[in-house]
């Protein structure tokens, strides 16, 4: 059985990568199970300077998902380089190095230093519902994609995967933006912006009032969009949003999806993206596919 | 740091909205716990796990307790002997006493006594004072498992109904240089980390608090439970209640 693929010449020996900003850089799920498991992992957004974040509050529970406002906590991407870098490097696995920033500078700077590290792959984040400046103001317009995308992939000495944003009126429109910048790949959905409100003191539960909803009430609407992305663009898909289980990842890829990300899961529950790895032949053989790759792309629509 | 499948052994109200739940392990033995350290709980119907801390722990069996602030402790209250949660703990830091401190006194409010009442099964060689607030009679608990440890165990109400009246920061202030303790160890509300962190200031005492923060994964990895907590060079950073903490110097923490 083959659940190896491909993305822009990476090879992942399965098609699981943990989303960024749910597993940090990998060293605390490392003490549940041995990360090399998972196909890749998608490191925690890193910025040009260290930043600290919303207030708190930042998470709420909803139905079926979570909302959250982090807002790009991180120690800047010079001590994620000295610091946190050398732990993966270790590993069996396919770095990818997530990436934001409040202006064009800003990603191209963190895009320079990302490249001389040992990572396969750069996911730039367009798309963070949680920060004021930036973050998903690049994400919203496609000239806008199309034009942070050229000058990144200016300086991006490896792959680049643009993460889109589902707060868009067409999503497969910004897809076809990034791919004519010179996106290797796409990854989609970031998270749904949303609002919880306490209905006692009449204030919103997240110190920052929004954040971005996640979990599996948010599936839905990522394969819609990845599969509208899919019939659109040439560049690999990622897709991500909601996954909870192997049955889920065959789903993402018979929408389109070359691999996918898990990433509230992880929050949910400690071993998910490693049950979710181990699950998957058993769900393939249930669902009489011997190789992976056979199924991206293969939604039956008549 | 392990995930368990645990099941119920007892779930029993000890209060009004104060709860006991005990479970045990369905296969092997709990990771050894210390004071002050937390464990992540599932609650059936609910994605994000909920933290509590420790109670009362050993190899085959962990007490928290819990009181009904919300969906997920409503939840919780329906839980029956024999229904089965995974558990993933040991977490966080813990409390950590240094020889020299001799006398200790365990500051708490509500269910935030209840982590301080595994402190001297950690720590026995030391002398205990406990100071328990809570808000009125029907709201008070753990005052005999504290007294059968400490030399003295003193309760609070907020309006009298039991024990003495007032808060507990005000009962330990009347009694401290009778005590001359060597550190306090606090957890409760808000406000009374605030009033204790001007006693400890005023008495030039060492104080270590549990914080309280919203949990997302509860290992350190999402940056969710950010609490401000002042650095040695002065600046105020970032830290996360379930990986660097929650136990954190009490006048460090930003409140």
């Known amino acids: ?302 | 740091m392990k995930d368990y499948l645990v099941r119920v052994t007892e779930n029993k109200k000890v209060a009004e909205d104060l709860y006991e739940l005990t479970f045990a392990p369905k296969v092997g033995k709990f990771e050894q716990m210390k004071c002050g350290q937390f464990l992540q709980l599932q609650i059936p119907g609910l994605l994000l796990r909920r933290p509590f801390c420790l109670y009362k722990f050993d190899s085959d069996s962990i007490t928290v307790a819990y009181a009904v602030v919300g969906k997920g402790t409503e939840k919780m209250v329906k839980l029956k002997k024999g229904d089965e949660f995974k558990v993933t703990l040991p977490l966080g830091n813990g409390w950590t006493l240094q020889d020299k401190h001799k006398k200790v006194v365990l500051l708490g409010g509500g269910v935030g006594c209840a982590p301080l009442a595994y402190v001297p099964i950690t720590y026995p060689d030391r002398e205990y004072f406990s100071f328990l607030g809570f808000a009125d009679k029907s709201k008070v608990a753990f005052e005999s498992e504290m007294s059968k440890k400490c030399k003295l165990t003193v309760v609070t109400t907020d309006n009298g109904s039991y024990g003495e009246k007032g808060f507990p920061t005000q009962a330990l202030e009347k009694r401290l240089r009778e005590i001359q303790p060597d550190v306090i160890l606090v957890c409760g509300p808000r406000p009374m980390l605030k009033a204790a962190a001007r006693l400890a200031l005023a008495y030039g005492i060492s104080a270590y608090a549990s914080t309280e923060e919203r949990m997302g994964c509860g290992v350190g990895a999402c940056l969710v439970c950010a609490c401000a907590v002042k650095q040695a060079d002065g600046s105020v950073a970032m830290k996360r209640a379930c990986a660097d903490g929650p136990i954190f110097k009490l006048e460090d923490l930003v409140l």
């Open chain 1, 1 to 302: 059985m083959n659940t190896a693929v491909k993305i822009a010449g990476v090879q992942f020996k399965n098609p699981i990568i943990t989303a960024s900003g749910t597993f940090g850089f990998g060293q605390e799920y490392d003490k549940f199970y041995d990360i090399s498991a998972l196909g890749g992992i998608c490191t925690k957004g890193v910025t040009r300077e260290p930043r600290k974040g919303n207030a708190a509050p930042r998470i709420a529970e909803t139905p079926s998902g979570m909302l959250n406002s982090v807002g790009l906590q991180n120690p800047g991407v010079d001590v994620f380089v000295k610091e946190d870098m050398p732990f993966l490097e270790k590993k069996d696995i396919v770095t990818i190095v997530n990436i934001a920033g409040s202006c064009e500078d800003d990603y191209i700077y963190v895009a320079e230093k990302a490249s001389e590290t040992k990572a396969q792959m750069i996911e730039m984040n367009i798309s963070c519902p949680n920060v004021k400046a930036g973050g998903m103001a690049f994400g919203i317009y496609p000239d806008s994609v199309k034009n942070i995308t050229a000058k990144v992939k200016k300086v991006c000495k490896k792959p680049l995967i643009v993460k889109l944003s589902p707060n868009v009126a067409d999503i497969a429109t910004n897809a076809l933006a990034a791919q004519d910048g010179g996106a290797d790949a796409v990854s989609l959905i970031n998270t749904v912006t949303g609002m919880a409100i306490n209905r006692f003191t009449r204030k919103p539960i997240l110190a920052n009032v929004t954040g971005g909803l996640s979990g599996p009430c948010v599936k839905p609407i990522a394969l819609r969009m990845v599969n509208e992305v899919y019939r659109r663009v040439q560049i690999p898909i990622i897709g991500l949003g909601g996954i909870m289980s192997a049955a889920d990842v065959i789903e993402f890829m018979i929408a389109g999806a070359t691999a996918v990300q898990v990433g509230s899961a992880n929050i949910f529950d400690p071993m998910a993206a490693f049950n979710i790895v181990n699950e998957l032949t058993k769900e393939m053989e249930c669902c009489k596919i011997s190789n992976v790759n056979d199924i991206i792309g293969s939604l039956i629509l008549s």
